[in-house]
């Protein structure tokens, strides 16, 4: 008896070969995946060749990033929370790490120091005090003189320095006491107190607690020579009699 030979057509051969895979299980499989694993890695990977959209989103995890490699350029800051607050001066004094951040006690009193804006305090070095802002000080001028020429005179004279420059001059009528003695120099428009001084805006107003001699005048004005001072004023003194001779007391300024 004569046999024939079968002639297998192409597709019968790709389903022959699919068989065989399916009848050997995974582990052909698995050893094909290791073969091209040792024939792929890295460094065949041409740099810049892979786009973005052929990586899986939210594939890459933070572990899989270099530590410091990200700059603001890679993030968006916008997306940022805010920082809660600032870790407070004596727990990083005590971890030894006292950044800029950390020596405020929290964001807010650093635009606020002790509660009080900037623009409060006090003191305006060689600025101009801000229309509206009242600034305080005190006084104090004293002497001893037992021997005076005829007639006798005491006549006794301090500059007070403002902590910064008046918005506009001061001249001897705008410098006065509350309570002068004698009745020339007397501002009715100066009602504060010498613990609580005030003074009304554009005015120096002199709160006088203590002179040292029973006859002693006191007065209030700008500094001599001067057509107008922006820098301070004067308190005078005088005494008809010999020994000691002074004033003291409070001022204030508000700038117009």
Same mark, same amino acid.
């Given at each position: 008896?004569?046999?024939?030979?079968?002639?297998?057509?192409?597709?019968?051969?790709?389903?022959?070969?699919?068989?065989?895979?399916?009848?050997?299980?995974?582990?052909?499989?698995?050893?094909?995946?290791?073969?091209?694993?040792?024939?792929?890695?890295?460094?065949?990977?041409?740099?810049?060749?892979?786009?973005?959209?052929?990586?899986?989103?939210?594939?890459?995890?933070?572990?899989?990033?270099?530590?410091?490699? *990200?700059?603001?350029?890679?993030?968006?800051?916008?997306?940022l929370a805010k920082v809660p607050s600032a870790v407070s001066a004596d727990k990083?004094?005590?971890?030894?790490?006292?950044?800029?951040?950390?020596?405020?006690?929290?964001?807010?009193?650093?635009?606020?120091?002790?509660?009080?804006?900037?623009?409060?305090?006090?003191?305006?070095?060689?600025?101009?005090?801000?229309?509206?802002?009242?600034?305080?000080?005190?006084?104090?001028?004293?002497?001893?003189?037992?021997?005076?020429?005829?007639?006798?005179?005491?006549? *006794?004279? #301090?500059?007070?320095?403002?902590?910064? *420059?008046?918005?506009?001059d001061l001249i001897d009528a705008t410098v006065n006491f509350a309570n002068a003695?004698?009745?020339?120099?007397?501002? *009715?428009?100066?009602?504060?107190?010498?613990?609580?001084?005030?003074?009304?805006?554009?005015?120096?107003?002199?709160?006088?607690? #203590?002179?040292?001699?029973?006859?002693?005048?006191?007065?209030?004005?700008?500094?001599?020579?001067?057509?107008?001072?922006?820098?301070?004023?004067?308190?005078?003194?005088?005494?008809?009699?010999?020994?000691?001779?002074?004033?003291?007391?409070?001022?204030?300024?508000?700038?117009?």
């Amino acid at each position: 008896m004569f046999s024939k030979r079968m002639r297998v057509s192409p597709a019968m051969g790709v389903a022959l070969v699919a068989l065989a895979f399916a009848v050997s299980g995974t582990s052909l499989a698995q050893g094909a995946a290791t073969r091209i694993g040792k024939l792929i890695s890295g460094s065949s990977i041409k740099k810049g060749s892979i786009p973005g959209n052929r990586l899986t989103k939210g594939g890459v995890t933070a572990d899989r990033i270099k530590s410091n490699s *990200l700059t603001g350029k890679q993030i968006n800051e916008g997306t940022l929370a805010k920082v809660p607050s600032a870790v407070s001066a004596d727990k990083a004094q005590t971890a030894g790490t006292t950044t800029n951040a950390q020596r405020a006690t929290n964001a807010d009193n650093a635009l606020a120091l002790g509660g009080v804006a900037a623009a409060g305090y006090r003191t305006f070095a060689t600025r101009t005090i801000p229309s509206g802002i009242t600034v305080t000080g005190a006084f104090g001028i004293s002497s001893n003189i037992t021997t005076l020429t005829a007639p006798p005179t005491n006549d *006794l004279r #301090e500059v007070v320095q403002l902590p910064g *420059l008046a918005p506009a001059d001061l001249i001897d009528a705008t410098v006065n006491f509350a309570n002068a003695i004698g009745p020339l120099d007397v501002d *009715l428009s100066c009602t504060g107190t010498p613990n609580a001084p005030t003074a009304p805006a554009g005015k120096v107003c002199l709160y006088l607690t #203590e002179t040292q001699s029973p006859d002693t005048t006191v007065e209030g004005t700008a500094i001599p020579s001067l057509l107008g001072s922006r820098a301070g004023f004067v308190v005078h003194a005088t005494s008809l009699t010999t020994g000691s001779t002074g004033a003291f007391g409070t001022w204030a300024y508000t700038a117009p």
